[in-house]
């Protein structure tokens, strides 16, 4: 049963339920929400249509309080039905716009100053995933010198985005083999995606023409392939990037031992957090996940708010992991600003 099925009533007093528990984290009674409010009817009438609501499903009686407190239900009717979505104040935009830092600094840096600083201002746990590359298509690499025996493979990728990559040699390698070996390179794997690239650059260098050194050089890109092109780049495959947890920890549904480590448990596996994120459907705008729709147990005391961004033709993931008790109109139009901004830097 959706919001579309209560009443007026049920509706005015349901949004102050929520509002009165997203506030104090205390359950709401009838006479709070009368003083609160003045809904304009009685306490008495405020009580029964909270009791009906709790036949609904939308209000939890709590067995030491005479009050009630939204459950799952009505966050999700809230968010769908019932909620005004909030304005960045001009404060938390200039911050963002701060924290998040310059257009050239690399997308790790941007992107973890985005988690970080979309957290604090929150108060949820900041959470971003890094664009998916296996996909992406290559459009030119460059060799440059870093020691006798080591290389920088500076790898040039569709949308703009740039990836560095150490590439280890035995000994002193001659600039005329260097730029021998860039040619190759790009003439053989430019335009082809890196997951491409990892599964047949064998096949691709080797009826080359280059010289014996050049041959060398490039069989140590045939061998190391799953590291030079595969998912070791940084942020490849959409990796997580966290906030502070500390900005949680806090907050009164923590103050429970059990809680906090189900906190903890998922900032420490960071894999299975990404996954939770990765599986959740990303449509344009802001996707929302409360409590038992995730499909992790350990997320069942959580809401996730997330929105893509971009870089260029690559899309990721930023938003906040909280309490199902959260300031949703606030949450969400600070994602969605900070999803925009994302974009407006790496685009």
């Known amino acids: 049963m959706g919001s579309e099925q209560l009443t007026s009533r049920e509706r005015t007093v349901l949004e102050a339920v929520i509002q009165t528990y997203v506030e104090t984290a205390e359950p709401a009674g009838s006479r709070t929400l009368s003083r609160r409010f003045g809904l304009g ?4 009438t405020i009580r029964n249509t909270m009791s009906d609501l709790e036949e609904k499903g939308f209000l939890a009686h709590p067995h030491t ?50 988690a970080q600083s979309l957290g604090v201002l929150a108060q949820e746990l900041g959470v971003a995933l890094g664009p998916t590359l296996a ?14 025996e080591r290389l920088l493979m500076v790898l040039q990728l569709e949308g703009g985005v740039a990836r560095t990559v150490f590439v280890e040699v035995h000994g002193e390698i001659a600039d005329g083999v260097l730029v021998e070996v860039t040619a190759v390179l790009n003439e053989r794997l430019a335009g082809l995606s890196l997951d491409q690239i990892s599964a047949t650059v064998g096949s691709r260098l080797r009826d080359t023409s280059a010289g014996a050194d ?35 920890a806090g907050q009164p549904e923590f103050s429970e031992a059990e809680r906090l480590r189900r906190l903890l448990d998922l900032t420490e596996s960071p894999q299975s957090l990404a996954d939770a994120i990765r599986g959740r459907p990303q449509a344009h705008g802001i996707s929302i996940t409360i409590g038992h729709e ?11 708010v997330t929105a ?25 139009a600070l994602v969605s600003h900070t999803s925009q901004l994302l974009t407006e830097l790496l685009d």
Request: charged share 20%; proline share 6%.
């Open 135 to 148: 996909k992406t298509v290559l459009r030119s690499l460059d060799l440059v010198r870093v020691s006798s």
């Open 65 to 114: 309080s005479a009050g009630r407190i939204p459950t799952n239900k009505a966050y999700r009717a809230f968010v769908d039905s019932l909620l005004t979505r909030g304005q960045v104040a001009v404060v938390e935009r200039n911050r963002l716009a701060h924290d998040i830092g310059r257009a050239d600094s690399p997308i790790e840096t941007i992107l973890r100053r985005a």
């Open 214 to 248: 050049a041959r060398e050089l490039l069989n140590i890109f045939v061998q190391d392939a799953g590291v030079l092109f595969g998912p070791t780049l940084p942020l490849a495959d959409g990796a997580l990037v966290l906030g502070q947890a500390s900005v949680l």
């Open 294 to 304: 995730h499909a992790d147990p350990r997320l069942e005391d959580f809401t996730m």
């Open 41 to 44: 009817v009685s306490p008495a």
């Open 308 to 332: 893509e961004y971009h870089a260029g033709s690559l899309a990721g993931v930023i938003g906040v992991i909280g309490p199902t008790r959260m300031p949703y109109d606030k949450v969400i």
